[in-house]
């Protein structure tokens, strides 16, 4: 069965404290894994997507990467303005095009 | 790009009656939408995989007739809550997939209140 687990749960950082957020993952045979940010009330909002192992994306302060167990997401400097939640999830070639999500990594980042 | 609405952003309704909510895609063709749901402090939920032009695919455990979905054109897809309760309460949120990769762009979700 495909699974996601991200860790750590909640995540408090001093602004400019550097620091990396873990997606684990088991998947029959590995479409695609994607970074997701969601702000309260808000849909999520589509940040990475990785294909295969040993490729790495980077958008500002963000920066994913991508192993055959996990992904990590590596945040730079962080600014108050990062607060949110961090979504993982992986497609697979026995889902059809569905996401298996992660439940999230709460990320607060201090002023 | 890739950008996708959902109208409308809240809504409050008497238990009993029915409710719909769109789903667009702006700037892109999506011949395959995706709705969930999302309880409070939770990640999202699966409702259905709605493809244009032919019946939704539910969920284990999702009831197909309290749980409508049409997919009539490739820019819209439909999602009608009917005889709502309140305990179909919860946080709405579409997505649409573009072209032959899986990534999924959100809307940015209803709140559904059901009285």
């Known amino acids: 069965e495909d699974q996601v687990t991200q860790s750590p749960e909640a995540l408090r950082l001093q602004e400019g404290e550097s620091s990396s957020l873990n997606c684990s993952y088991t998947?029959?045979?590995?479409?695609?894994l994607f970074w997701y940010r969601q702000d309260p009330g808000k849909g999520p909002e589509f940040l990475f997507t990785?294909?295969?192992a040993g490729e790495e994306k980077e958008k500002e302060r963000l920066k994913a990467t991508l192993t055959k167990k996990e992904s990590f997401l590596h945040i730079t400097a962080p600014k108050p303005e990062d607060s949110a939640t961090y979504l993982c999830?992986?497609?697979?070639?026995?889902?059809?095009?569905?996401?298996?999500f992660g439940q999230g990594t709460t990320l607060q980042v201090k002023p | 790009g890739a950008v996708v609405s959902q109208h409308p952003s809240r809504v409050i309704c008497k238990s009993g009656t029915s409710v719909k909510i769109e789903c667009r895609s702006l700037?892109?063709?999506?011949?395959?939408m995706f709705w969930y749901r999302q309880f409070p402090k939770q990640s999202l939920m699966l409702m259905a995989t709605s493809n244009e032009g032919s019946k939704a695919t539910y969920e284990q455990g999702v009831e197909k007739d309290k749980f409508l979905i049409n997919h009539a054109s490739l820019t819209l897809s439909t999602l009608t809550v009917t005889s709502a309760h309140p305990e179909d309460s919860s946080f709405y949120i579409c997505s649409a997939r573009q072209g032959p990769t899986d990534t999924q762009y959100f809307g940015p979700g209803t709140r559904l209140t059901v009285l």
């Open positions: 998947v029959s045979g590995l479409r695609g």
């Open positions: 700037d892109f063709q999506a011949t395959t």
């Open positions: 999830a992986v497609s697979g070639s026995s889902n059809t095009g569905k996401l298996i």
């Open positions: 990785l294909y295969s």
